[in-house]
C-alpha cells in the first residue's frame, strides 16, 4: 500500500455515512473549504491534503466517525484545532484520508478556583480559554504558546512548551478522556471512578498511568483533558538579556543552567538568535536581498541595533516582591561576569495587569497573541512558511554549541538563514531551528525540507533527538530511535495493533503505522 | 484457575531452569530464607507467600527468567527491594508464584552533576543512593520516603511520595529501561536513541510517552531509571504546626491549600494525628490497655503532651536566605489566624548541614532513616505491622474532615484506632490510614484487614479512590475505577494481553489479570 496517497475514491462509501452522522455541513470535501485543514505552510505541487473534512460537535459523534471508518478501513487524521504550524498543521501523514477536526468541541467545561485548574475540551483554543477566564471573573493565569490560536489540548498531546512557570504543557495537565478506536470512552487516572473528587488534580489512578500513550500517537482521540492554572503573581518582571558575541553563548548557556535547575528563573525562556529576532520586525529584504545564506556581517549589524545582540533572551521572574527583588539580583551576579551580556526588566502587578503591547510580555504572562506569526514572514510576506528543526538536549554550553554549529552549518551550505531559538525548561532546553521559507518558491521549498531533513541524522548521531516533527519527516526522524534495532518502534507497534487493530487512526502518525501498513518495511 | 494460590510442584521445572541460568544460590526455595521476600507484615495462617526467589544480578539474567518463565507459563511477581510495608512487600498476588526481586541489581551507574540527576538500578535503596552521593563528594540532595530501605525505583514505580521539593518521586524521575515479558529490552523517552545526550533530562522521546504504563503494572520489569536530584538550598528550614481541635481541621486545610499551589511551602509536609504522631514514640499500652478503640478523652490527653496536638504537621521552607524568610512570614500571616494552632521551626544551613538527629528532619532533607518504622509498633511491638488505606484528594476542608471522619467512624467501630496522616502535594493530598494490628493476633489481624476493605467502596461513593493497594484487596480497589462499565480495566487488559500474551508478569497486580486468568470474572 502506497503510504503517502490513498487511491482516489476510498473515501465515498464512508463519506455518505458520515454526512448522515454528523450533517453534511459538517462533512467538508470542496478543496475551498478543506484549505484551513491542512498544512498552512505547503509548497507548491503534491502535498498531504484530506480527502475529506470531518467535524464533530460530540463524543458521540466522534464514536460514530471511529465506527464508520472501521466499516470502511479508512483513515482518519485526528487534530484538536490542526494548528500545529511548522509541524504539518492539521494534515494528514496519508494524504487523502479524513481529517477529523476537533474545533467544534470547544466547550470550556469547568473552572475550578479553589485548586486551579480547567477541564476543556480539545477545540478550546488558548485565545479561548483566556477570555472564558476573564469573563468568568477567573483571576487565574494560564500558559500559552507564542502563538494563541492553537488548541490548547492539542498543544499539550505535542509536548508544546510556553513561558509561564506552567509552560510544560504536558507536565501539568491532569486527567483525561480518550475515545479509543472501538469507540471506548476512557477516563485516565482518577477518572477512572464514577465520582471521582480528584481526577483533574492527582495525576493517576490506581495502576498503570495511561496518559502519555496518548501524546504524539494514534492511539486514540482525546475529547477531554484538565489544565492546570496558577494564582496570579504579585509581581510579574519580564526580562531581556542580550549577548553581543557568539563566542560568549556557551558560558552563558552554563550561568543560565544553575538558574533553572533551582528555580531562579520560574518561568521557560526563549533564546533567539538575532535571525530570528528581526524575522519578528522585518522582512529579509530589508536587511539583505542576496539569494546565498544573510551573511555574518549582516546579522552583526542586525545585532547592533539596540534591544538586539546575536543572542537575546526573553524570560520572566515572577512571585512575591522579595521573593522577584531576590531572583532579579541574583540574575544580575549570575550573568554580570561574561562580557556583553546586558539586562533590562519591566514590572508588572502581577494581579493587576495593565493592558500589555509587548507581544513577549503578553506570552509570558499567559495572554495568547498572534503577533509572533510574523516570523515567517521572512521570506515570502503573506506566503512564508517554516518548519521545525526540535531537538531537546541538556542546558549545557557543549549541545547549544553543537546544535547550533551543526544547524548553521547545513542551512547555509544550503543557501538558508538560520533563524534558531532555544526553549529552556528546568533541566532540558529544546533547539527549534525556524527554517524559513517562501511557500509560492517551489525550489526553496524543497531546499528547506531537504536541508532539514539533512539535519536529522547528523544531530541523532552527536545525541540530538527531535522532541516533535513535521509529518513530512515523522519516518526519518523515528529512523533515528534505534537503540536496540528500534525496540521503541516494535512496542508502540505492538500498542497500535491491540488497540486499534484496523489501522484507522492516523497511520504513520511520528513513523508509527498500523500493521496492514507496514509490509514494505 | 485458582487466582490466589499454584497448585504445589508448579514451578518444579522451572526451578531447575531457574538454577542454571542464575546459580543455584540465587534461586531461593527454603521458607526461612524467603521470609525477608514475601509480606513483612503476613497474618498468621494462610497468606501470598512466594513459591521461589530468583535473584539475578543483571538484564541479561532477567531476560533468561522470563524466556524460562514464558516456556513453563509459571508467573513471575516483580519486586525491586520489595519494601513497599504495608501493600505486601515483595509478596506476590497469586501465591506459589516466583517472586523476582531485583535487590542484586544495585549499581549507582551515573551521577550528573551539572544537570542534576542519578541513573540506577532497581536494587538500589535511598540509603545506597544517599550513601554514593556522599561518598562521591556530591552536594546534591535526593527526596526520600519516610523508610530508607527501600528502592529508589520501586518507590516512584508505585507512585511513592517523599517530603523535599522532589517529593513526587515519579514526577522526578527520566527515563526508563524495561525488559519486556518477550525479553525485548526498550529505553523511554530520549533512550530510544544509541547515543542520547537527552535520556535523563527531557521526559519524552519522539512519539508515545510509555514511562507511566510501567508504574504499578505488570508489563514490564523496569532495570534502569533516571532520578532528579537537586542542588542544596541555602537555608534548610524544618517547621511544626501543631493544631488543638479536630474543629479546626478543615479551616487549617483552607488556609494551607494555597501555600502549597503558589509554592510558599516548597516541600511535601505530612500532616499527622495525635495516634500516629504517638506511635512513633510510644506503645499503645503506655497510653491505654483497653480492647476497644483509644477513646477521645485519651487522645486528648496525647494532643496536650508539648509538640503534640490533634494534629501535627511537619513541613520544610528552604531556598536563600530572604526567600526562605518571606515564606516563613508567609506561613506564619496564614495560619495565625486559626485559633489553637502553633509553629516552631529549626533552621540550619543547607550546604553544610550538621548531623540531624530528628528523623523528621532528616528525611525532609532527603537524608534516609528507618526511625518511623516505629509506628507499626503500637500494637504488638516488633510483631507490629499496618496496611495502608490511602486516598487522593484536593486539599480543601471538606474532603480531609469527609475522608477523615468515614476512616475513624469505620476503624473505631471495628475497635481499631485511627492512626492517619495526610500527605500533601501542590494541588492535591493522599490520606494514609496505617492501619496498625499486631501480626501474631490473628482475630485483630483478621479486623485490620475486614475494616479496611470495608472502607473501599464508601470512600469511593464520596469520591476518593485509592492511590495505591495492598495486594490483598487489589481487585476490590480495581472495582470501584468503574467509571464506562469499567473502562479503565478492559482498556489496561488489552495492553496486558497484547505485551505479556502468556500472562506470566505479576499476574493480579492492581486487578489487572492476564487472559487466562479471567474467565472467572
Redesign the interface.
Known sequence: MDHNTLPPGSLDRAIRQMRAALGAQNVLTDPAAMADYGDPFAPPGDWYRPGAVLLPESVEQVQAVLRIANEHGTPVWTSSQGRNKGYGGGAPRVSGSFALSLRRMNRVLEVNE????ALIEPGVRFFDLYAHLRASGSRLWMSVPDLGAGSVIGNALD?GLGYTPMGDH??NH?GMEVV?ANG?????G?????????WQ?????????????????N?GVVTKMGV?L??PPEVYMPGWLTLDSEAQFGPFLEAL??LM???TIPNQPMIINAVCAASAFWDRKDWYTGDAAIPEQVIDEIAKTPGFGRWVMRFALS??T??V??QRA?VEAAFGAIPGCTLTFSQYDGCNLPELENPHERVQAGIPSMALDRMTRWYGGEHGGHIGFSC?????GR?GVAIRDLTRRQLNADGLDYSGVFIVSK??MIHVALVVFDTQDAAQSRRAYASTKAMLEPA??????????HIDFMDI??E?????NH??R???E??K???DPNGILSPGK???WPRAYRNGR
Chains 1, 2 share one sequence.
Request: include cysteine; aromatic fraction near 12%.
Open positions: 479553589e485548586s486551579c485548574w509536548h504536558f507536565g491532569c479509543l471506548d470512552v476512557l477516563r485516565t482518577m477518572g477512572g471512578m464514577s465520582n471521582p473528587h480528584a488534580v492527582f495525576p493517576h489512578g490506581c495502576g498503570p498511568t495511561a496518559d502519555g500513550l496518548f501524546t504524539q500517537s492511539y492546570w496558577m494564582p543552567r544553575p535547575i533551582d528555580g512571585g512575591d522579595p521573593v527583588a531576590h541574583k531537546a538536549m541538556p542546558i549545557t549541545d533541566r532540558y541523532a548521531k552527536l545525541g540530538y533527538g527531535e522532541y516533535r516533527s526522524v523515528a533515528q530511535y534505534d537503540f536496540n525496540a521503541q516494535r512496542f508502540a505492538t500498542i495493533d491491540a488497540v511520528q513513523g508509527i
